[in-house]
């Protein structure tokens, strides 16, 4: 019963507890109080009253101090990070706060990494449509202007056929770009040969980019994943390499997939400068996108970064 009285009810209480025990206290002992009080009295009640003073802090501190932690800690707190949850202490009115506190903190978790998955899920159906749109019609489209500029320039005289050929070259040159746009988006080479053949790809990109060497390392019996597994893994390379172009300093990267028992393991590992994995994952969108694309496929996803170098790992339970 005393568990489901609200707090002030319970203050109310344990400070009349104090005093009824030290009227108690005054009635069973032999101190008194005469009409004319005794620097002996004023002793005796000044010990009794700084008694009680000093047992109703300790008894008020035990169930309030819970209270004042959830207080500084709701002033600080940021998502995502499992270092906001509170040590849950004894029960009582602050202990239930602060499992309600823990609760609320995991559930603010939930349904922050239950959303992102969804974005993450309508970001992805929306890349597939561009790069669709971008294949099948700019392609298509830019692919029938090279054509026609192409038996121009045959059939021009020589003058013209310079600045043809110039036009051809930049009609060549855009379509280029609309693919390499579109792989970006939706990698065909991902549905087209399968996830070793496009994680090579995109090693091969970060030497053409100006980045640094890739090793890459395949272990044997690899087993099939499911299509949206694959791109999990394809995405988080992709983020992987990305960040170590744009921020690692890096003289070199292995990148690796192998089995381990029950999970495929993605490995990228760079030797550049490291980086602040807690700072990164409260502020990057990087961070946190990797972390949530691995929830998609019922993975887990962790970054251990020092001066030495950063280590992504990416593990995947198989089929």
């Known amino acids: 019963m005393g568990h489901s009285?609200?707090?002030?009810?319970?203050?109310?209480?344990?400070?009349?507890?104090?005093?009824?025990?030290?009227?108690?206290?005054?009635?069973?002992?032999?101190?008194t109080v005469s009409s004319e009080?005794?620097?002996?009295?004023?002793?005796?009640?000044?010990?009794?009253?700084?008694?009680?003073?000093?047992?109703?802090?300790?008894?008020?501190?035990?169930s309030l101090a819970p209270?004042?932690?959830?207080?500084?800690?709701?002033?600080?707190?940021?998502?995502?990070?499992?270092?906001?949850?509170?040590?849950?202490?004894?029960p009582g009115p602050g202990g239930r706060l602060v499992g309600t506190?823990?609760?609320?903190?995991?559930?603010?978790?939930?349904?922050?990494?239950?959303?992102?998955?969804?974005?993450?899920?309508?970001q992805e159906a929306e890349r597939e449509r561009i790069a669709r749109e971008l294949h099948d019609e700019i392609g298509q489209q830019l692919t029938v202007v090279l054509l026609g500029l192409s038996r121009a320039v045959e059939?021009?005289?020589?003058?013209?056929?310079?600045?043809?050929?110039?036009?051809?070259?930049s009609a060549r040159s855009g379509l280029d770009d609309v693919r390499r746009v579109a792989r970006r988006l939706r990698p065909g080479v991902l549905d087209d040969l399968g996830l070793t053949?496009?994680?090579?790809s995109l090693a091969s990109e970060v030497g053409e980019r100006g980045g640094p060497r890739v090793e890459r390392a395949v272990g044997a019996g690899l087993p099939d994943l499911a299509p949206e597994a694959e791109l999990v893994v394809y995405r988080v390379?992709?983020?992987?390499l990305t960040n170590v172009l744009r921020h690692a300093a890096a003289r070199s990267v292995r990148l690796s997939l192998t089995r381990r028992a029950e999970v495929v393991v993605l490995e990228v590992r760079d030797d550049g400068c490291g980086f602040d994995v807690d700072a990164a994952t409260r502020e990057g969108a990087g961070m946190l996108g990797m972390r949530d694309r691995a929830l998609l496929v019922g993975g887990t996803l962790r970054v251990a970064s020092d001066r030495s170098g950063t280590t992504v790992r990416l593990e995947v339970p198989v089929p």
């Open 5 to 31: 009285l609200p707090l002030y009810w319970r203050v109310c209480l344990i400070n009349g507890g104090v005093f009824v025990l030290g009227l108690l206290a005054l009635v069973v002992t032999p101190a």
């Open 37 to 62: 009080v005794l620097p002996s009295e004023v002793a005796v009640l000044v010990v009794g009253l700084l008694a009680m003073l000093g047992l109703n802090a300790v008894l008020l501190r035990r």
């Open 67 to 90: 209270i004042d932690r959830v207080v500084a800690q709701m002033a600080t707190v940021r998502l995502p990070g499992s270092e906001q949850r509170l040590a849950e202490g004894a």
């Open 101 to 122: 506190y823990n609760a609320m903190i995991d559930r603010l978790e939930r349904e922050r990494s239950d959303g992102n998955v969804r974005a993450i899920s309508a």
């Open 155 to 169: 059939k021009a005289p020589p003058a013209l056929a310079t600045e043809l050929a110039d036009l051809r070259d």
């Open 197 to 200: 053949t496009a994680l090579a």
């Open 237 to 240: 390379a992709q983020e992987a």
